[in-house]
């Protein structure tokens, strides 16, 4: 039997969803520095990919269960003295003004409760200039890559196709948010940081055999105006 096309979940769905979301990052700012702050670690698979670019690494999540793992993943090797793994919330940073020259936040916005909050925090802590890098979904995408809870029940992506369109009945139904490019820009600005980039990406579609079939033309897409149908936003700011 197939696979189902996989569209969520991005950690656990191979190199080539990392390989995306930080090439492009990469390719808009400059991802290295003196101190990294990266947010919603879990499990670390995005913070020890980073680390080699930064002298030291402060991750932080709200699940202890996950930083139990990246915990586990690190101890008797070197990043274990170059990465402090914290629990912390987003909208309450517990480190002094002017700290990172990077902060980075892979598909965690759309779970941070009080996001505007947040934001400003993340603004704070940066240095003058500093560097925000992150990862979330996009609106116009026609699948909740989180799926859905109706009932008491979750469903998967595909039981909604164009959910995430119907803004008021996603907010009843859906867990997480999504967003669009200019609401984006919006809460960025307000939060003291400007954006300079925003770019798309297609599913990776690491481990579904369907999915390998079309990704070609998932990818072609990326550079047409279709790339406005991505599954993520992939965008980058500056604190002024």
Not at 26 to 53: E, F, H, K, Q, W
Request: charge should be positive.
């Amino acid at each position: 039997m197939n696979q189902p096309l996989g569209l969520g979940k991005s950690s656990a769905h191979g190199e080539r969803a990392f390989a995306k979301r930080l090439g492009v990052l990469s390719s808009r700012t400059d991802l290295s520095g003196d101190r990294l702050l990266d947010i919603g670690c879990g499990d670390g698979a995005y913070s020890v990919r980073l680390a080699p670019s930064f002298r030291h690494v402060d991750a932080i999540d709200i699940q202890a269960d996950r930083l139990a793992l990246f915990e586990e993943r690190t101890a008797g090797t070197a990043l274990a003295d170059q990465i402090t793994i914290r629990e912390m919330s987003a909208d309450k940073l517990d480190y002094p003004d002017d700290t990172f020259d990077v902060v980075t936040a892979i598909e965690v916005l759309e779970h941070v409760t009080e996001l505007d909050q947040a934001l400003a925090e993340i603004c704070r802590v940066l240095k003058p200039g500093g560097r925000f890098a992150f990862t979330t979904p996009n609106r116009w995408f026609p699948f909740e890559t989180h799926g859905f809870h109706f009932r008491g029940r979750r469903y998967p992506p595909a039981r909604a196709p164009f959910l995430t369109w119907i803004r008021p009945l996603h907010r009843r139904l859906a867990r997480a948010r999504t967003f669009t490019a200019g609401e984006l820009r919006q809460r960025l600005t307000r939060a003291g940081l400007a954006t300079r980039s925003v770019d798309y990406i297609m599913p990776p579609f690491d481990l579904s055999p369907v999915g390998r079939r079309i990704r070609p033309v998932t990818d072609l897409a990326e550079r047409t105006p279709l790339r406005i149908f991505g599954m993520a936003l992939v965008v980058t700011a500056e604190k002024q």
